[in-house]
């Protein structure tokens, strides 16, 4: 992970200030056909910068178990039991084509956890309206070191490392900004 970390996402915010830069002169120009040509690299390492900020935060080599409190009431009564959720968001990990996200996310509208994933570096809430709580990184950079193209081992082995104190807090803080 600390390649991942110092390479992987250290690039995209790198990439992420150099496409601010550009998009400041852009818009002291006014000049709209280079602010529309540079939001594709907005999304995509704004995007990288904002999941990979969320991801490094929901990973604790103290983590893995199980949540209680608001966070496991909430996936049972959305998923029927945490092995239900756990199970469904495992498939969805692997069943990324590519690469992208898999996430547990917060309906602000239904007061309800859903499950989602999004392709490439797109990052959850400005793509699906979903407060993002936890979510895997199913890039191979994440894992090929380790994992190589075994995508199923390196999503099994991500339950053993969740830090659910992270998530329920994410998860706090979603309840609170209902409304807002």
Same mark, same amino acid.
């Given at each position: 992970?600390?390649?991942?970390?110092?390479?992987?996402?250290?690039?995209?915010?790198?990439?992420?200030?150099?496409?601010?830069?550009?998009?400041?002169?852009?818009? +002291?120009?006014?000049?709209?056909?280079?602010?529309?040509?540079?939001?594709?690299?907005?999304?995509?390492?704004?995007?990288?910068?904002?999941?990979?900020?969320?991801?490094?935060?929901?990973?604790?080599?103290?983590?893995?178990?199980?949540?209680?409190?608001?966070?496991?009431?909430?996936?049972?009564?959305?998923?029927?039991?945490?092995?239900?959720?756990?199970?469904?968001?495992?498939?969805?990990?692997? +069943?990324?084509?590519?690469?992208?996200?898999?996430?547990?996310?917060?309906?602000?509208?239904?007061?309800?956890?859903?499950?989602?994933?999004?392709?490439?570096?797109?990052?959850?809430?400005?793509?699906?309206?979903?407060?993002?709580?936890?979510?895997?990184?199913?890039?191979?950079?994440?894992?090929?070191?380790?994992?190589?193209?075994?995508?199923?081992?390196?999503?099994?082995?991500?339950?053993?490392?969740?830090?659910?104190?992270?998530?329920?807090?994410?998860?706090?803080?979603?309840?609170?900004?209902?409304?807002?």
């Amino acid at each position: 992970m600390q390649l991942h970390h110092q390479k992987h996402h250290a690039t995209y915010v790198n990439n992420l200030n150099i496409a601010e830069e550009k998009l400041a002169e852009a818009q +002291a120009k006014s000049d709209i056909t280079s602010i529309i040509a540079l939001q594709p690299a907005l999304r995509f390492n704004g995007g990288g910068h904002i999941n990979h900020s969320i991801f490094w935060q929901n990973l604790s080599p103290n983590g893995g178990g199980e949540p209680d409190g608001d966070l496991m009431h909430l996936i049972k009564s959305d998923f029927g039991s945490f092995e239900n959720f756990k199970t469904q968001m495992s498939n969805m990990a692997v +069943a990324v084509q590519g690469s992208g996200w898999a996430w547990l996310g917060f309906n602000t509208t239904t007061n309800s956890l859903q499950l989602s994933s999004c392709a490439n570096q797109d990052p959850l809430r400005a793509t699906t309206g979903l407060v993002p709580l936890f979510g895997i990184d199913v890039w191979e950079h994440a894992y090929y070191l380790q994992y190589k193209n075994v995508r199923p081992d390196y999503v099994k082995a991500m339950w053993n490392v969740v830090n659910w104190t992270d998530v329920s807090e994410r998860l706090v803080e979603a309840q609170q900004n209902v409304g807002v």
